[in-house]
């Protein structure tokens, strides 16, 4: 039994080791709590070394995290994507700002059953997601944002904040990446003159890839001619670094003014 236990800690030990190694170095970003009402939402800034030589108003990147990152550590939101955004093509390269907030355990960015084909958007958005809007508005506020060079992007649960943001609020936008998420396609004419890279895999068993595809197919039929669908044949739901792997999609994304 001993040696049972001892084993079963040397493997957990091992895994929160592995889980410690996906994440980016912490010192890297600042940490900040929004605090509203009863709601609290912690959110991690960071500044590329580009934007180390810049004096005005920056390009600013909001990155929504999936369900599993949940949590109230202002960490663990950092796992998946980020790392992306981190290496020295980029950081060197663009003058931005990203922004990394975290959704408390038990909440989501849009109130939606994830497995369904299709929801209908409600009529005010999550505390959660209002938050992160604020944020942004008080970045603008103070001059640290170009409010005409603001993206969003998203995975999973984030995929579909991404849309809900983009529906509510498309005019703060400047271009997006909805990677395996889903909006209503209602509000497509919102977003008709908005550049959207969507992405999903199509062996994806959480989110229905049609959800992706109807998204792509209401955008044209608005007349959205900066609209992008990736379909990976071959991939499930855990198609973001494959995405985010996509050469060209920095230079797409920083390329985007309003």
Known sequence: MKHFLLLLLALMAGTYLQA????PVISLFEAHRHIQGNDTLPYRL???????TMTEAMPLVI???GAGERGNDNYMQLKHCIKYFLEDTITSRYPFLLMVPQCPDGKRWVNTDWSLSEHTMDSVPTAELFGVMTVLDGLVD???VDSTR???CGISMGGYGTWDALQRWPEKFAAAIAICGGGDPAYAHAMKNTPIYIFHGMLDRAVMPSRSIQMYNAL???GNEEAILVTYPELGHLCWDAAFSTPGLFEWLFGKGR
Do not use: N
Not at 20 to 23: A, G, N, V, Y
Not at 46 to 52: I, P, Q
């Open 150 to 152: 603001v993206y969003i």
């Open 142 to 144: 103070v001059g640290a």
């Open 46 to 52: 960071y500044r590329s070394e580009k934007a180390d």
């Open 20 to 23: 410690q190694e996906q994440l």
């Open 63 to 65: 990155f929504l995290h």
């Open 220 to 222: 044209k039929e608005v």
